[in-house]
């Protein structure tokens, strides 16, 4: 007996089907040290269009350098209030928004200090895995992160977030999608 194949399938739109309580927005408890801070985004395709179906999912450090999981043996503090993780659908419009704090200098590889930054994958239909970038902080010495210093330097600024205008602590990052100049730049796992 010979079965057909079966066809090849994307990540979604099936992404909100009994996974919707993984979904975090907020990350960080009162009383959790660091600087608080509020991500909203957008997540648009080439043609600028929003992508209404989508899911950012977002994994950091506490404000002390140190992830909230056991593979992270390093001796720094670890806030029992603070999750590291995030996940939130976009909505209609694309739009996404995550409260947090800042996080603390990672090493890399090697043991050099990397700028603060967020992991940021993105799921949506038409891809075959997820998308994987980075958020960095506006304002932020980025010269010494090794993964940063990779990307050209035209195009460092789809992975490093605005001040939103007129708002102390809310940051503006718009991810891109499916090619274009503006394109937000993404990582090979």
């Known amino acids: 007996m010979t079965l057909p194949l079966t066809p090849s399938q994307t990540v979604g739109p099936y992404l909100h089907i009994g996974l919707d309580w993984l979904n975090t927005t907020?990350?960080?408890?009162?009383?959790?040290?660091?600087?608080?801070?509020v991500i909203e985004g957008r997540v648009l395709d080439a043609d600028g269009e929003p992508v209404p179906d989508g899911v950012v999912e977002i994994w950091q450090a506490n404000s002390h350098g140190k992830y909230a999981h056991t593979?992270?043996?390093?001796?720094?503090?670890?806030?029992?209030?603070?999750?590291?993780?995030?996940?939130?659908?976009t909505d209609a419009e694309g739009r996404f928004r995550f409260s947090t704090i800042k996080p603390g200098s990672v090493p890399d590889a090697?043991?050099?200090?990397?700028?603060?930054?967020?992991?940021?994958?993105?799921?949506?239909?038409?891809?075959l895995k997820q998308l994987v970038t980075r958020l960095y902080f506006p304002g932020d010495e980025h010269a010494a992160d090794a993964v940063l210093q990779q990307v050209p330097a035209a195009r460092r600024a789809?992975?490093?977030?605005?001040?939103?205008?007129?708002?102390?602590?809310?940051?503006?990052?718009?991810?891109?999608?499916?090619?274009?100049?503006?394109?937000?730049?993404?990582?090979?796992?």
């Open 26 to 37: 907020e990350l960080a408890a009162a009383g959790v040290a660091g600087e608080r801070v």
């Open 71 to 89: 593979d992270d043996a390093r001796a720094l503090p670890l806030d029992a209030g603070f999750l590291g993780f995030g996940r939130t659908p």
């Open 110 to 127: 090697h043991g050099k200090p990397q700028a603060p930054h967020i992991m940021v994958s993105v799921f949506a239909r038409g891809l």
């Open 158 to 189: 789809t992975l490093i977030a605005n001040t939103k205008s007129g708002q102390q602590g809310v940051l503006e990052w718009t991810i891109v999608m499916g090619g274009g100049e503006n394109e937000t730049v993404f990582f090979e796992l």
